[in-house]
């Protein structure tokens, strides 16, 4: 009922920029917490950036300074600009938002299937 598609990875060098995109589409009432995570291989996902409704980020201490997160609530659509990237920020990303379909009672997680990003040194 609820799909997230996450765009914007690729390869980049150490020290450029990626802006991540992820629109949330289907049956949806409300869109509460958005997010971005990363799973690099061998290791545990993790919250990379994070985002109200109302527009209160959080930030993984390994990326503030360096990435941005933004959203539309018109379009349902959550934004990750990457600057100064690392080879260390190489991981698959996954998008995350809290959402309330239409006739739903309750929220649930959605997750997108993920975009690579790879930072080459």
């Known amino acids: 009922q609820v799909q997230l598609v996450e765009s914007g990875g690729g390869l980049v060098q150490a020290g450029g920029s990626l802006r991540l995109s992820c629109a949330a589409s289907?049956?949806?009432?409300?869109?509460?917490?958005m997010g971005w995570y990363r799973q690099a291989p061998g290791k545990q996902r993790e919250l990379v950036a994070a985002i109200t409704r109302g527009g209160i980020r959080n930030y993984a201490e390994s990326v503030k300074g360096r990435f941005t997160i933004s959203r539309d609530n018109a379009k349902n659509t959550v934004y990750l600009q990457m600057n100064s990237l690392k080879p260390e920020d190489t991981a698959v990303y996954y998008c995350?938002?809290?959402?309330?379909?239409?006739?739903?009672?309750?929220?649930?997680?959605?997750w997108g299937p993920g975009t690579q990003v790879t930072v080459s040194s």
């Open positions: 289907g049956s949806i009432f409300s869109i509460n917490a």
């Open positions: 995350n938002a809290a959402v309330k379909s239409v006739g739903a009672m309750l929220w649930y997680d959605y």
